[in-house]
């Protein structure tokens, strides 16, 4: 017979093979009752270093490999996890801590105090987290079941890093090698990442704490309309999505809109573009928002409720200084602006003397135009969305906004000169410190609106020296104290525009236990409460 001939029969047979396969949905593995299949993207997306918590793996989320100290509820409280004690002296300078006794890796090595101590002190000095770690002078193992952490300043939020930092073992860490391989004390143990694609875990069997229900966990990093594809062909049990698919409905599966504490904003830098540079040698400053005028005029004429109807379809929660409306810091009397008054604030800019002369629609001053470059993550549907609406509103006071989409190699050379779409929100009010303490300006991602004022860097000083609960009214007070701030009311240091909420489509067999679902922190915890997921009926694979 003819070798061609031959050959095209076998390709014709490999093709309906395939064909048979994909029509009978075969490319697909079923899911068992036992285990979980997660595009969970807003839960830290893939780490590029690995599953490391040294070097940022799910910073303000649980680690799910990894012990944590503490844990964070629902009411944003404290309750022990690897810690059974925990105390501060009375300035806030030093914390002792007391772990369990007889906890283990996954490689059967003894989890002790030493691996604490090990664990903050490689964060602090050589890790890429971004926990602000900068309080801490040292962390020592008294013995093997007590931690003293000796900080350089006073910090009474520094107990909040207990809750997010992942202990590793100490005698086998490899900061180059870890994060492709890592050993935990979590409720999973590592099994496989596929790079790009997943990674997978399995129940940790000598876990000390609550057993999830699942024995397996695979985690895929698809995102935005790939994760909504996986919902719709029936290949995962929950996935994250962009709040432009929340109204979308697939057979099988509930949509869950989860409240956050996560606030998107745009930095207005303060200070002008004089060829100042910051510490990685980047200009710093903004001709255009360095006039209060600029930025109070956006602040007072950008529909915030608007933005949350429109570009947060329907899911955003207006905000005007930063913090949350349900974090007990939230100041009042910011809240209560009226929002989107365009009227007030063309004058605001017209009694600063910024006027449109040439009949463009944009104000100038002195031969400067009112113009300025937004930039946004491409990868964020929801930050473009956010970033085009400001720039259509914007126009109608006068102010021209370049709306453009970027990604954050390029943003890191210009976040200190030109506003950027950020997204802020833990449960610890030290973010007003990364967000406005004059000091960080210009370090790193702190502070890139560069606001220096003494009377907020005060109220910060103060609040860090007092007990947690005593210090909220300090920290509410950074945002307006009754005669300055960083809120529209005082400098507009930011341009705030909403809390949103995190979407997540669930499979109908599945109970997230949406009861004890953890206030999403920036960046997404949906399996902060996953000792509580259960299966409550079977899996529908087609």
């Known amino acids: 017979m003819d070798r061609k001939y031959i050959i095209g029969i076998v390709a014709i047979v490999i093709i309906i093979i395939i064909c048979g396969v994909i029509f009978m949905g075969g490319s697909t593995p079923k899911r068992a009752d036992n285990e979980l299949v997660v595009a969970a993207y807003s839960h830290g997306g893939e780490p590029e270093s690995g599953f490391d918590p040294i070097l940022g793996w799910n910073y303000l989320a649980e680690p799910l490999i990894q012990s944590t100290l503490i844990k964070i509820t629902p009411d944003m409280g404290y309750e022990y996890d690897l810690a059974t004690s925990m105390e501060s002296n009375n300035n806030y300078t030093e914390y002792t801590v007391t772990i369990r006794d007889n906890v283990t890796f996954t490689d059967n090595t003894t989890l002790d105090a030493e691996d604490v101590a090990f664990t903050f002190n490689e964060a602090a000095t050589n890790g890429a987290t971004d926990l602000d770690l900068s309080s801490l002078d040292n962390a020592t193992a008294v013995n093997n079941t007590t931690v003293v952490f000796h900080l350089n300043k006073p910090d009474s939020t520094f107990s909040d890093n207990f809750a997010y930092l992942g202990i590793v073992p100490s005698d086998s860490y490899n900061n180059g090698t870890y994060g492709s391989n890592p050993v935990g004390s979590g409720p999973y143990r590592f099994v496989q990442w596929d790079k790009g694609q997943q990674v997978i875990l399995e129940r940790n069997p000598n876990y000390y704490g609550k057993q999830p229900e ?15 594809n996986a919902v719709r062909n029936h290949e995962v049990d929950v996935a994250a999505v962009p709040l432009a698919y929340a109204n979308e409905t697939v057979d099988g599966y509930t949509m869950y809109l989860l409240d956050t504490i996560d606030v998107r904003g745009i930095s207005l830098p303060v200070m002008n573009n004089t060829g100042q540079t910051n510490e990685d040698g980047n200009p710093m400053g903004n001709n255009v928002t360095a006039d209060p005028a600029i930025r109070q005029a956006l602040n007072y004429g950008i529909n915030r409720t608007a933005i949350c109807q429109g570009a947060l379809n329907g899911f955003g929660y207006p905000n005007f200084d930063g913090i949350a409306h349900q974090l007990p810091w939230a100041n009042e009397e910011v809240n209560q602006i009226q929002d989107g008054d365009v009227q007030r604030a063309r004058q605001i800019l017209a009694d600063a003397g910024w006027n449109d002369t ?53 943003m890191d050379a210009i976040k200190n000169t030109d506003p950027i779409v ?34 907020v860097d005060t109220h910060i000083d103060n609040a860090m020296q007092m007990d947690r609960n005593s210090s909220y009214s300090e920290w509410s007070a950074v945002s307006w104290d009754g005669s300055q701030g960083v809120s529209p009311l005082g400098d507009s240091a ?17 109970n997230i236990s949406n009861d004890t679902a953890l206030l999403q922190p920036h960046g997404g915890d949906i399996f902060g409460n996953i000792y509580d997921w259960t299966r409550t009926g079977h899996i529908n694979n087609t």
């Open 422 to 455: 950020w997204g802020f929100g833990s449960t610890n009010p030290s973010t007003l410190m990364a967000e406005n303490y004059g000091p960080f300006a210009g370090q790193g991602y702190n502070n890139p609106s560069l606001e220096n004022n003494s009377a």
């Open 214 to 228: 699942f024995e397996r966990l695979t985690i895929l990093f698809e995102q935005n309309e790939a994760a909504f």
């Open 494 to 510: 930011w341009l705030w525009i909403g809390e949103i909420k995190y979407g997540y489509f669930v499979d109908n067999s599945l």
């Open 358 to 410: 040439d009949g463009d629609g944009i104000v100038e001053r002195n031969g400067l135009r009112a113009s300025i470059n937004l930039y946004y993550s491409s990868e964020a549907p929801e930050r473009q969305a956010i970033a085009v609406s400001v720039a259509e509103q914007a126009r109608e006071i006068g102010i021209e906004v370049n709306a453009t989409g970027s990604n954050w190699d390029e």
